[in-house]
């Protein structure tokens, strides 16, 4: 994320604070469909006007059952800078007061795609994001002219084969899905994805970057604003699209954060909102780019477990 204006930060802060509590962990058991746009009143935020201690601040952060998985890098962040530390608890205990549904999306979406455009700029200055390959294309993986006399099911099996030994996901998706993903990701970049923990459920914001699709957990953008970096990369190559009908999936992953079945977990849910037939499925990535106050985690909750992918890790 980006280094802009404080007002900007707040905008994203305030969306993913009041929208969805912030760093919240669901109990698989006893979910029920929550109908976007009905807040229930556990959610609701008051404004009360008094002096907070900072370690009541701190508090909601240590209670979280995913606090212990970057605490690390909250405790360097509290020891190297101190007022950046607090002023950042401030201004989440601040906009925890604000109604929900008053910020705008669009102002959380230009900070990601801020956030993009700086990853890209370090990059080409030689340095690389948390590991992850720039600019990788699909002839740095196979040899193209070698496949061409191949059919589009004989690559897609060379594909999963090669993929099958590494410590990563693949997936080879047939032309006709990929239009239809790609085109309602041009209208709809972002979404807000659950991975099934045994505590819960571990909440982790997606973004598309062309044919690139970005995860970060959403406690990670809390903690650390614009400086939260990638987690998971999922890489699509259109190059095959047209000649040989498929499109090749491959991915990165920071392995201190995300596990290959976890990535999996969050590639598979891509394709299930995305990718859906099912309208009412959809309509819950459209609520979250153009209508965040219809938006309902619970909801996404709900579609997960119909699905039949909310299963624990």
Aim: glycine content about 6%.
């Amino acid at each position: 994320m980006c280094d802009d204006s404080d007002g900007r930060l707040t905008a994203a802060m305030l969306q993913m604070s009041c929208l969805y509590r912030g760093m919240l962990a669901v109990r698989a058991t006893g979910i029920r469909p929550v109908i976007p746009g009905l807040v229930p009143s556990q959610f609701r935020a008051f404004s009360v006007k008094k002096e907070v201690p900072l370690e009541e601040k701190e508090a909601p952060l240590e209670e979280n059952p995913y606090y212990n998985k970057y605490q690390d890098k909250i405790d360097k962040l509290r020891s190297a800078k101190p007022q950046e530390y607090k002023t950042r608890l401030e201004n989440r205990h601040e906009l925890k007061r604000e109604p929900l549904g008053s910020s705008k999306q669009a102002e959380f979406v230009k900070l990601m795609e801020q956030e993009l455009q700086d990853r890209d700029k370090m990059a080409a200055g030689g340095g690389t994001a948390g590991g992850f390959t720039k600019d990788k294309t699909l002839g740095s993986i196979l040899n193209l002219d070698m496949i061409q006399d191949k059919t589009g099911e004989e690559i897609a099996e060379l594909w999963m084969k090669y993929y099958s030994t590494k410590n990563t996901i693949s997936a080879v998706i047939p032309t006709q899905t990929f239009e239809l993903i790609f085109s309602r990701a041009k209208s709809c970049s972002m979404f807000l994805f659950a991975l099934p923990q045994k505590e819960g459920y571990e909440f982790f914001l997606g973004q598309w970057a062309g044919y690139e699709f970005h995860f970060t957990s959403l406690i990670n953008v809390q903690t650390r604003g614009e400086h939260a970096p990638s987690q998971l990369i999922l890489y699509h190559y259109p190059d095959l699209q047209d000649s040989k009908g498929i499109v090749l999936m491959t991915a990165e992953m920071d392995p201190k954060f995300i596990t290959v079945h976890q990535a999996q977990c969050l590639a598979n849910q891509v394709q299930l909102f995305y990718g859906t037939q099912r309208q009412e499925t959809f309509r819950l990535v459209e609520a979250f780019n153009h209508r965040p106050a219809d938006f309902s985690h619970m909801a996404v909750i709900a579609e997960l477990e119909q699905s039949g992918l909310g299963t624990s890790s």
